[in-house]
């Protein structure tokens, strides 16, 4: 769309999707004990511990549980020159500095997340806020949509898909609704516009980043969290500040401040 042509780069259909999940290894509701000297390591690097994933295997396993569905998606470029300097502004940066923080301490974020921090928070937000959206129009439970995230130095897209081992993941809704007139542009205005607001403000536009129990900022299940089988991150690193404005901020990428 014309309107978007400065902030996304290209817009890709997948008609068809092979998805294949592998199971490596899992947690519990609540996880053991950390390893002490990982512990004492990362207290002193002023981190806080990772959740420690468990193997399924004691040794080097020869195959794996696997997963093959089928569906369909829709692939959005956004404009890495664009996003990068958005994110070089010294009200991101710092905004996103209150983000990674629990209790004072800096988190330990995950590398593929940390190498573009306040770029991912951007495209993993607008994923919630358009698969929200897709929900309501496309025929498909929001529990059925999945993202994938690409951030890094050299990219910034978002997949956005379903798939299920049914016939519900290759219905060709979502493609379908994609290719109607004027309907991809004002989807994505209307999530833009809704990442502004959230039934439960000024709660949710107010509250301190650092002081939450997970790695959020503005954000809460009534505006951008999703189902956490639909998220890769389950529901973290979130906020709405950096897509548009909220109650307290201006400095989202689509914003005016």
């Known amino acids: 769309p014309t309107s978007l042509q400065k902030e996304i780069g290209r817009i890709t259909l997948v008609k068809k999707l092979r998805v294949v999940s592998a199971i490596t290894g899992f947690t519990r509701i609540s996880p053991f004990d950390f390893e002490q000297d990982s512990v004492e390591k990362r207290k002193s690097e002023g981190l806080v511990p990772n959740i420690r994933i468990a193997r ?10 696997v997963v ?12 890495n020159s664009v996003l990068k300097n958005w994110a070089t502004k010294p009200e991101v940066e710092e905004r996103m500095m209150r983000l990674i923080k629990f209790q004072g301490k800096k988190i330990d974020v ?19 806020l358009m698969i929200k959206g897709m929900g309501k129009s496309s025929g498909y439970p929001t529990s059925s949509f999945e993202e994938r ?8 897209g978002i997949l956005i898909f ?10 060709g809704g979502l493609v379908d609704l994609v290719t109607k007139q004027h309907y991809l542009e004002t989807m994505i205005q209307n999530s833009i516009s ?4 959230c039934s439960t403000d000024p709660l949710c536009s107010t509250q301190e980043p650092e002081a939450q129990h997970n790695c959020v900022g503005a954000s809460c299940h ?9 998220c890769e991150s389950q529901n973290n690193f979130l906020d709405r500040t950096a897509v548009y404005r909220t109650l307290t901020e201006n400095i989202g990428l689509f914003g005016d401040g």
């Not at 093959?68 to 404009?79: A, H, P, Q, V």
């Not at 995950?110 to 919630?128: A, C, E, Q, W």
């Not at 809704?194 to 607001?197: H, P, Q």
């Open 56 to 65: 399924i295997h004691s040794g080097q396993p020869r195959w794996l549980p």
């Open 194 to 197: 809704a990442s502004s607001v």
């Open 110 to 128: 995950p590398k593929n997340i940390s190498d573009d921090f306040p770029g991912y928070v951007f495209l993993h937000t607008m994923s919630h």
């Open 149 to 156: 995230i690409y951030s890094g130095k050299e990219m910034a």
């Open 68 to 79: 093959e569905n089928r569906g369909e998606g829709i692939f959005l470029s956004f404009n």
């Open 162 to 171: 379903t798939s299920a081992s049914s016939r519900d993941g290759s219905l």
């Open 222 to 230: 009534a505006c951008s969290m999703l189902p956490e089988t639909s």
